[in-house]
């Protein structure tokens, strides 16, 4: 199983920004795409953007396009969230994940469709 280590959080003002990391921390393996999912308390664990691995392509939840990208370094295997002009509505411990398995391009939104997952970082913004 693969680990997956993210960096990068911490406590900003509203309208602020934070950039995100995350690697695996044995190595480069296989894998089809690698997204960004956060977790507010109380809540469930949602969707926030994922990125295909060898095209590049990405998907965004509604209410983070335009404020958040996602990006990734092919040869470091690392995926990166910019996060922009924060509010605290994005309060909440990121995770990121990868595809090990190429799943349907319709389920990526899915927590199910990620196979390993890293350990969060938590993002605070004050208002």
């Known amino acids: 199983q693969v680990q997956l280590v993210e960096s990068g959080g911490g406590s900003v003002q509203a309208g602020g920004s934070l950039r995100l990391s995350c690697a695996p921390s044995?190595?480069?393996?296989?894998?089809?795409?690698m997204g960004w999912f956060r977790q507010a308390p109380g809540k469930e664990r949602e969707f926030v953007a994922t990125?295909?691995?060898?095209?590049?392509?990405?998907y965004y939840l509604d209410s983070v396009k335009g404020r958040f990208t996602i990006s990734r370094e092919k040869y470091k295997h690392t995926v990166y969230l910019q996060m922009n002009s924060l509010q605290p509505d994005d309060m909440a411990v990121y995770y990121c994940?990868?595809?090990?398995?190429?799943?349907?391009?319709?389920?990526?939104?899915?927590?199910?469709?990620?196979?390993?997952w890293g350990q969060g970082t938590q993002v605070t913004v004050s208002s």
């Open positions: 994940a990868d595809q090990s398995v190429r799943r349907p391009t319709g389920l990526i939104r899915l927590p199910q469709s990620y196979n390993d």
């Open positions: 990125i295909n691995w060898a095209s590049g392509y990405t």
């Open positions: 044995g190595g480069t393996y296989t894998t089809y795409a």
